[in-house]
């Protein structure tokens, strides 16, 4: 009787268990969050939490077609960061464990309609996907993922991109690996906090909504029909896709000068980012920002605007009336709809005076635009001449040949190419020019009507592009139709292997990363390049000595020079050679508010023996709250207003004021922020 009591005695204990981890654990979700397949997205919030070292995704999931790619937890653009999604008939848990290189883990897919979980491990240097609380696949990837900004979505790899078409529920994220074990719990719906940075579940969306239920207060918003415009096909070179988002032109005006202010890739430390800052005349691969033209005696320019709750980027307009020291409202012509300073617009004149904005893309998501004044010299009303796609964007209009038009495009890579028109509105077909391993950055300028001359560095293969070196030039004397080295030998297009003709200097086996700043002429045509030099790509002393160096063309040999140091590879300035054989480099030099981050204080240098040693004639700015970044060089530059820049903190959101100063630095004169009247004179801050 006493056996028979205590058997039944366990047998309580074992139904009275079973009942509690039935309670506990719903392997199989009743119902989920719903998404569209075309549209729906959810987005969370601060994608600083989930720059990881390792870490762990979950998410039940039930399909109701299997014939497509579909995203179901992800951070970046497809084949980098992370990504768990069903891609060609397999589950796939892929990570970037190195800059652009990436591998996956691998399962069956799964039937349509069947609720599966899904749990992707990372632990810097093995991916392993579980399904359904077993592990169905590994894969070795040593490494660890690049930091970036990207935010995590869930249903969608990004707004109406491989979107979903089916239900989620019970969304996880980690910043460990877990074991096998702990896979098996977390696929019962079991707790599995140790490490738990965000969890989202049906039960806690509200609307839009989405909070997560873990121990961290993140949010996603969850939108479940949203307006996506329809991405262009793919199939097509990207000047021959049809752009559904177009933005409208708004012929407006603001009542004050604001730039954008704009980040890349955070870096974990007290730098805070790769580069950042007030950037509404970046970057050294967009030219050119200013034109004057003495027919109306006005320095017409254009930078990279915002609103006044710096959400969003705003190509301006305007100019400075150089008879009344003033300058109008500025004219707002498109809301670019992205706060990436990569799309900031550039400036062209022909010869009747017609003001031209080129508004660039950073790659080929968004459409770019080439727009045109209504009346010469006159920044009031444009008109749309095209819709296009590309990047860092060099127009020039060059008397007898029309414009030359040195561009990037995404296509395998960063490739340059070339296009030309006679007015403007008819183009040829983009020519490509250079595509070594994965691309390049590219600096361009004109020598009056004569020729045009590009200078580039490259990015190895399988080492990422934050890897950047070599030094290359080359020229057109007939507006594209050859193309030389500064030699006159001519080059056989496109460019596609490193060691070609066009090779001024060879970086790459002393570890030296280049970033491109500026290219000009001296008085007999021979190409000067400026640029700097750096042991690799973070923000921070661990780089230095980051030196700005010149190379010139002295007719039958390169000569390359440089003895002037910076503390950030972002430090960007211009380099003029004036009548007198005078060099003269106005840049931000001087160690700023935000050391070793991008910009700093300006200063004006100059050289009497073309480059080999520098004299700091002036300090142009000090005390200043915010770094000053990229000053930029006019077409044709008036000596009152010789350059112009923009500030902003360099490790958080700030407003960004604009300033020019003249030829000689006797003032910087800062852009009126806030105007009350039609026109006012910008005052005096140093």
């Known amino acids: 009787m006493k056996h028979v009591s205590v058997l039944l005695a366990a047998v309580i204990l074992t139904l009275c268990s079973t009942a509690a981890i039935a309670a506990a654990d719903e392997p199989t979700p009743v119902a989920g969050v719903p998404y569209n397949g075309k549209t729906t997205y959810a987005q969370a919030a601060n994608p600083a939490a989930f720059d990881l070292d390792q870490f762990s995704v979950a998410a039940w999931a039930k399909f109701q077609r299997t014939d497509r790619s579909q995203g179901l937890v992800n951070r970046g653009n497809p084949g980098s960061l992370f990504t768990l999604y069903l891609y060609e008939g397999r589950i796939r848990m892929l990570v970037e464990y190195a800059p652009s290189t990436y591998t996956h883990a691998n399962a069956a897919a799964p039937e349509a309609n069947t609720w599966v979980h899904y749990l992707g491990t990372y632990d810097g240097e093995t991916i392993s996907l579980y399904v359904n609380g077993r592990r169905a696949a590994s894969q070795k990837a040593p490494g660890r993922i690049p930091k970036a900004d990207d935010p995590l979505m869930i249903g969608a790899v990004s707004p109406g991109v491989r979107v979903l078409d089916g239900e989620i529920d019970d969304v996880r994220v980690w910043s460990r690996a877990l074991d096998a074990d702990e896979a098996a719990m977390v696929a019962r719906r079991g707790a599995m906090s140790g490490g738990l940075i965000a969890h989202w579940t049906k039960d806690s969306l509200d609307g839009e909504n989405w909070p997560s239920a873990g121990p961290t207060p993140l949010a996603a918003r969850y939108l479940a029909n949203p307006k996506i415009e329809t991405p262009p096909d793919t199939s097509l070179p990207p000047w021959q896709r049809t752009y559904t988002s177009i933005a409208e032109i708004e012929n407006g005006k603001l009542d004050g000068y604001r730039g954008i202010w704009y980040f890349n890739q955070p870096q974990g430390d007290e730098y805070v980012y790769k580069y950042s800052g007030g950037l509404g005349t970046y970057s050294c691969k967009h030219r050119p920002f200013a034109i004057y033209r003495p027919e109306v005696h006005k320095t017409f320019f254009c930078y990279g605007g915002t609103n006044e709750a710096g959400t969003t980027l705003l190509h301006m307009v305007s100019y400075f009336d150089h008879a009344t020291g003033t300058v109008p409202r500025p004219t707002l012509l498109v809301d670019k709809h992205t706060t990436d300073a990569h799309d900031n617009p550039v400036i062209a004149m022909d010869a009747e005076g017609y003001v031209f904005i080129f508004s660039s893309s950073h790659g080929t998501g968004r459409p770019s635009y080439i727009s045109r004044s209504k009346r010469p010299y006159d920044i009031d009303e444009f008109e749309r001449i095209l819709t296009t796609n590309f990047s860092y964007t060099q127009p020039f209009y060059m008397a007898g040949k029309g414009f030359v038009f040195p561009q990037t495009i995404y296509l395998g890579g960063r490739a340059i190419y070339f296009q030309t028109s006679r007015d403007g509105y008819e183009w040829t077909e983009p020519r490509l020019l250079s595509l070594i391993a994965q691309g390049h950055y590219q600096i361009s300028e004109p020598f009056g009507s004569v020729k045009l001359g590009s200078a580039f560095n490259y990015h190895p293969p399988g080492k990422g592009l934050n890897w950047r070196t070599n030094l290359y030039y080359m020229e057109t004397p007939d507006g594209g139709e050859t193309w030389n080295n500064a030699a006159g030998g001519a080059l056989e297009l496109p460019l596609t292997a490193t060691d070609n003709p066009a090779l001024v200097q060879e970086y790459e086996s002393q570890g030296r990363n280049v970033y491109m700043k500026d290219i000009t002429f001296d008085a007999d045509g021979r190409p000067v390049i400026l640029y700097l030099t750096s042991g690799g790509w973070e923000s921070g002393p661990a780089n ?75 300090q142009l700015t000090r005390d200043s709250p915010y770094n000053h970044t990229y000053v930029r060089r006019p077409v044709n530059a008036h000596p009152d207003f010789y350059a112009i820049w923009a500030d902003g903190h360099a490790r958080q959101p700030s407003a960004s004021r604009l300033y020019f100063t003249d030829r000689d630095g006797t003032r910087v004169w800062r852009l009126p922020v806030q105007m009350e009247n039609e026109t006012a004179k910008p005052e005096v801050a140093w």
Do not use: C, H
């Not at 020079?561 to 931000?588: K, V």
């Open 544 to 618: 230095d000595p980051r030196i700005w160096q010149t190379a010139r063309w002295t007719g039958r040999a390169w000569d390359i020079q440089g003895t002037i140091r910076s503390d950030n590879n972002y430090d960007f300035g211009s380099l003029y050679i004036e009548q007198d054989g005078t060099w003269r480099l106005i840049a931000p030099t001087e160690t700023g508010p935000q050391p070793y981050n991008p910009g700093g204080e300006v200063a004006m240098w100059t050289s009497a023996d073309r480059g080999t040693t520098w004299t700091k004639v002036k």
